[in-house]
């Protein structure tokens, strides 16, 4: 398999699936990280998309950076890949199985939303090899689960399982073996029935109000929320919420 088919885009009932590819167990080589960044990139250019699902083939979500590739000159992309899904204008769902660690767990928190089966392990092992977490794990990990249990997870290298990573909050729902997928597909689904623009701004308000002071966010929402009050979407589902329809969306 070439390095430009390393990830798979597929689109379906207005969910882009963005599945990585790159057997034996989904490592992130240069052509996966391009790849989700121009999946992602379609799925956010695309009018029927609503939503997106990232997903890894076969045994593992991703199973981290490929260690081949360490000491390899190579230049720095403008963009990080876990900057782009965390940046994606539209939702993106993480399906969790088999391992997610190092920069696998990095893309993951990346996302907006994570579903994982049982069997999933979960980690930032990067210690263990003298690194640390450079795709946002730092960073992002600490708002999900806490000071205390971030450094935990990093200073130690430890994988947790899926049992964990709820009950820490670092994943939101566990689901039955082989139904990760399917269950992030419904959430997608779910997501993509809702207004567009009211999506787009809802999650813009939170993901760029969680860098800011308080104040600072809720004029950033104040200011979203004044924005929606002109378009048309808003005016449509007063109407379908008074006629006890289902809103017919625009996107305007």
């Known amino acids: ?79 990080r890949s876990t900057d782009v899904l965390d940046d994606s204008a539209k939702p993106v769902v993480a399906a969790i199985h088999g391992y997610a660690l190092g920069g696998g767990l990095e893309h993951a928190l990346a996302c907006n939303y994570r579903i994982a089966v049982p069997s999933a392990k979960v980690g930032l092992p990067e210690v263990l090899i003298g690194v640390l977490p450079g795709g946002g794990g730092t960073q992002r990990l600490p708002r999900l689960v806490g000071r205390g249990k971030a450094l935990e997870m990093i200073l130690t290298g430890a994988r947790i399982p899926a049992a964990e990573a709820l009950r820490i909050g670092l994943v939101e729902r566990m689901v039955p073996a082989g139904e990760a997928l399917k269950a992030a597909h419904e959430l997608a689904r779910t997501i993509a029935e809702k207004a567009p623009i009211a ?6 308000s939170v993901v760029k109000g969680l860098g800011m002071a308080l104040e600072d966010g809720l004029r950033l929402e104040g200011d979203l929320s004044t924005l929606l009050r002109t378009t048309e979407d808003r005016v449509e589902g007063a109407k379908a919420f008074i006629e006890k329809r289902k809103p017919r969306w625009t996107g305007k």
């Open 199 to 204: 999506l787009r701004y809802a999650k813009e």
């Open 1 to 79: 398999m070439s390095e430009a088919q390393v990830v798979r885009y597929e689109v379906e009932d207005g969910i882009a699936v963005i599945t990585v590819d790159n057997p034996p167990v989904n490592a992130l080589g240069p052509g996966v990280r391009e790849g989700i960044i121009e999946s992602v990139e379609k799925g956010n250019a695309d009018p029927n998309v609503s939503a997106m699902v990232l997903i890894g083939a076969g045994r593992s979500f991703i199973a981290g950076a490929d260690i081949r590739q360490f000491g390899k000159p190579r230049p720095q992309p403008a963009r």
